[in-house]
């Protein structure tokens, strides 16, 4: 259905755990989290919210998190989103640690693809930025991805000023032989650890990579781009430099269940224990009243969300 600005609202992002097996710096410093089992969604309960929405016109969903394949059931609960009508599309972003076990039950489960987060390809890098993740084990993640035919493989990079981009020109060159999507994101205030110097603009990919061309195709939120005979792209996703609110088509569920319909703002509406109709208008309410647009996101004026990214579900 359409919010009250005419944009079409057809893409739920489902929050199934605020709990990670990583401590990204950016997104959950302190790396703490504190929801116990019960305050969260069941596997049932997610199912009936989905489908409520997927009546209102919702036909692409994304699984998120925290990590969404920490929870047990994951690939279960992906088996029950994408059997359900109308629901085109089931997608997941992970740190991809734990794909080398789950990448080919996803994708029997009707997982189409995934997105993996990756902010650097130093091994002591990786573990500092992570709280001590290993690289190998998120590279193996995202071979698995591949052999799993969970494609086109996505790649989530923030960009840190002063951590990672001297990086840059190295993980585009990925992409030239390589049919991955990498994506460069700005890093957004959001309670993480990084100061103002570490907000760069996407604009900084292209000033350091002059070689990108700029593709025609609808990339979504990304700008797209692609080295000269490259076998993978390039997408600049920047929500600080150049907001897409316009053209934002996404509904949010935290995994206690409120719906989100801006990230940057801090209105919440519970579905929890709505049931029939009344979840539907809440939904309907929901989607209506999305806000037209968040207020000013930059160094100096931090998310108005009220929450560090793991408890939304980026
Ligand atoms: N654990 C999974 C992962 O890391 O891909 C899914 C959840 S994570 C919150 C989703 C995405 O949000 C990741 O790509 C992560 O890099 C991004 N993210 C987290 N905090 C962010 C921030 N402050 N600014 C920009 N992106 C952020
Ligand atoms: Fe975990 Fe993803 Fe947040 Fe990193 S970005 S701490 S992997 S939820």
Known sequence: ??????????????SITDLCNLRCRYCMPDGVCQK??????????IQEITSAAAELGIHKVRI????????????????MISGIPGIREVDLTTNGILLPRYARDLKEAGVNRVNISLDTMDPEKYAYITGGGSLKDAMDGIQAAFDAGL?????????????NDAEIPAFVEMTRETPVELRFIELMPMGGEFGKEAYLPGQ??????PELKPLPENGGVARLYRLPGGAGRVGLISPLSR??????????????????????????????????EALKDTLRQAIFHKPQMHGILDADHPSEAGRTMNTIGG
């Open 1 to 14: 259905m359409k919010d009250q600005f005419e944009r079409e609202i057809s893409y739920l992002r489902i």
């Open 36 to 45: 116990d089992h019960r305050d969260i969604l069941s596997f049932e309960e």
């Open 64 to 79: 998120t998190g925290g990590e969404p394949l920490v929870r047990r059931g994951c690939v279960e609960l992906c088996r």
């Open 151 to 163: 494609t086109p493989v996505k790649v989530n990079t923030v960009l840190i000023g002063g951590f």
């Open 204 to 209: 900084i990919v292209l000033d350091r990579v």
């Open 243 to 276: 907001h897409f609110c316009g053209t934002c088509n996404r509904l949010r569920l935290t995994s206690e269940g409120n719906l989100k319909p801006c990230l940057h703002s801090g209105q919440e509406i519970s579905v929890r224990s709505k049931h029939g």
